[in-house]
């Protein structure tokens, strides 16, 4: 699932599912579904990762079955309901700023 | 008949505003890029329906839009802007070394001959330039690497390459400007730079008179006269005679030499704008006046605008690219404000209007005149 500025940046179109189904082949990792994710939207490359570093972006966090994915190691296999799409993986931007 | 077309940045989203020629009706289009930060907006002179747009998050970082059809539809182009080499560190605030960092870009400079084309001001300061359309970019490496870089420290809004000047009598040449480094110019293109700070005069920094290190707040030149320069300094006005070589004050009777914005009339080069804040401490216009300083001697001698301006209990400030002049006969002049109104003079400044009031707070104010 993406926040609303991704959703819009990607061309998703405002009001639709915040869900975006992937497939990605094993292992399932925050990393192989975020590469996956922006070769299908590369406008989306540098948003969640940082070029250069590849790491998280600070103001964003990552979820899985509830629970906090964020600082788990990007090739950390993520749970098997979120790699067998029972369950979402969750991205969401920190309520923060004004 | 002519139109204009005045792209506005603001910190919530972009907004296009539209008029003919004679500026008194006006079309407002947007917010495109809703919700996020639009430091710049730029269109091409050779293309004036390209225009690039820089658009920033502090969740989701840098993105850089482009649109050819005058801002009707957009799509993001490249946003990866990786410094050459290792970057290496500048002076963080409190004299330490602190590692450079990709931040946002401030500035979209469009080339005066391609309109693929395109230059980036940076935070961390740095110069990038696409040949592309905003496809993919490179740094000038020059400027950073000139040798002065780990003596550059951030002004209070960051350490950002905010300027970006091209010669339109020499592609060869080239000015920027960084707060809080000072101006630099380039003779070969981008990849030599040679600081052009002599004669600035900055009390708030240990050596007053440094090569580097001054809070140039914005740079303006008339396309006639490529070697006149004026500066808005954190504080002074400031001129330059010989392309930078060289500065003077031309400060003169203004109530107050802080501010940011300064501009240049589009048929005289000789008439200057400037909006003067109150203080480093107190960014906004003085005595609760908003009012625009003319000068038609090339600067010391001011006049103040205020005919259309709020005159009283008026807070605001007007940020350093939040200043634009069109090109038609009677020359028009624009400003955004840190209140969200985006004001116009289609008479050189005598007599001013609000194009609208209730926009998120301006960042930056370009025009573009249409055949």
């Known amino acids: ?98 | 008949m002519s139109k204009v077309r005045v792209l506005v940045g603001t910190k919530k989203g972009a907004f296009i505003l539209s008029a003919d020629g004679k500026r008194d009706k006006w079309e407002v289009s947007g917010p495109f890029f809703a919700g996020w930060e639009i430091y710049h907006v730029k269109g091409s002179a050779v293309d004036p329906n390209r225009l690039y747009a820089s658009q920033s998050s502090g969740w989701f970082g840098q993105m850089i839009q482009r649109s050819d059809d005058g801002g009707t539809t957009w799509a993001p182009v490249g946003n990866k802007f990786a410094y050459e080499g290792v970057p290496g560190t500048h002076q963080w605030y409190d004299g330490t070394a602190h590692p450079w960092e990709f931040k946002r870009v401030w500035h979209l400079e469009p080339g005066l001959s391609d309109a693929d084309t395109v230059y980036a001001g940076v935070e961390d300061a740095a110069l990038f330039k696409s040949a592309d359309a905003g496809a993919t970019w490179e740094e000038l490496a020059g400027l950073r690497g000139h040798g002065s870089g780990p003596h550059w420290q951030p002004g209070a809004g960051g350490m950002c390459l905010h300027t970006i000047i091209l010669d339109p009598s020499n592609a060869e040449r080239m000015y920027i400007a960084i707060s809080a480094a000072g101006a630099f110019r380039t003779d070969d293109g981008g990849k030599a730079w040679k600081p052009i700070n002599k004669g600035l005069v900055s009390n708030t920094i240990p050596d007053p008179t440094a090569e580097v290190g001054h809070c140039v707040h914005h740079v303006a030149m008339h396309k006639a006269r490529p070697d006149v320069l004026y500066m808005q300094k954190h504080w002074d006005i400031m001129r330059s005679d010989n392309a930078g070589d060289n500065w003077h004050e031309v400060s003169g009777n203004l109530p107050t030499d802080f501010g940011f914005v300064i501009d240049v009339h589009a048929h005289e080069p000789e008439t200057l704008y400037v909006v003067p804040i109150k203080s480093d401490s107190e960014h906004f216009v003085p005595d609760g006046k908003l009012r625009v300083y003319r000068s038609r001697t090339g600067g010391n001698e001011w006049e103040a605008l205020t005919k259309g301006l709020p005159q009283k209990d008026c807070y605001v400030n007007v940020l350093r690219d939040a200043m634009a002049v069109d090109s038609l006969d009677e020359c028009g002049v624009y400003f955004g404000t840190s209140g969200g109104q985006v004001y116009a003079s289609a008479d050189a400044g005598d007599n001013w209007t609000p194009i609208v009031r209730d926009l998120p707070a301006v960042l930056s104010v370009e025009v573009q005149t249409l055949a």
């Open chain 1, 1 to 98: 699932m993406l926040p609303q500025h991704l959703r819009t940046l990607a061309g998703l179109g405002a009001g639709v599912s915040a869900e975006v189904t992937l497939e990605v082949g094993a292992p399932v990792t925050m990393r192989t579904v975020l590469d996956a994710l922006e070769a299908r939207f590369p406008m989306l490359r540098g948003t969640i990762r940082e070029y250069g570093t590849g790491q998280r972006r600070a103001f964003l966090r990552f979820f899985a079955c509830e629970e906090d994915w964020s600082h788990e190691g990007m090739d950390k296999e993520l749970p098997g309901a979120v790699a067998e799409g029972r369950e979402p993986l969750l991205i969401i931007g920190a309520i923060a700023g004004g």
